[in-house]
């Protein structure tokens, strides 16, 4: 293999951070399932890079000319929660406004820990939560999460973003068995801004 794993890459005058191909779930519309990326990137990792590596990328690139950088990538990034914290401080020590997408199981990863509190302090200004459906049950048959309970879990991990002050965000994917206005509903009781992202994978 010759070619170079694509950690950072451009897209919507954002940055955005591929640090793991590792998922706490295997939602059916899932880019891995019918592609290697997104906008032409391959993002399928050969190996996972180190912090040092990440930071390296981050260091060779012009930050300012990005309205936001965005952990996301085909993978959760919570699975690095410690690298994802020392990156947002960097980041933050730069004033650089972050992101994070993800599926929102952090309690059940982390039992022990605080982890909404531990992003705020580390300068995370936006938690973007796949929500993906309107109950548990259409959640588990789209998302197959790896744990039990994730969607009750992942509501709760929603609230702990609010409470610890960050903005808040529910996306769902345009499916016929999303109740899209369920969704929408939910989000303005969580307070959440709300998106609806295209599906644009095979039928
Ligand atoms: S949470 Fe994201 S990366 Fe993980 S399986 Fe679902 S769509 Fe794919």
Redesign the pocket.
Known sequence: MDRKDTIIYEAHGNLYLNITNR?T???V??I?RYSDGVYGYNLRLLREPVLSEIISELEQTDLSKYREVVFTG???PLLRLDDVLKITEWLAGRDIPTRLDT?GHARLLYPGRNVTRELADAGMKVISI?LNAQDENTYNQL?HPKYRNAYKKMLEFARDVSNAGMELRFTVVDLPVVDIAKCRELSREYCADFKVRGYSGPE
Do not use: D, N, Q, T
Request: aromatic share 8%; hydrophobic share 30%.
């Open positions: 998922c779930a295997e939602c519309f899932c891995k085909l993978g959760e599926i796949s998302c």
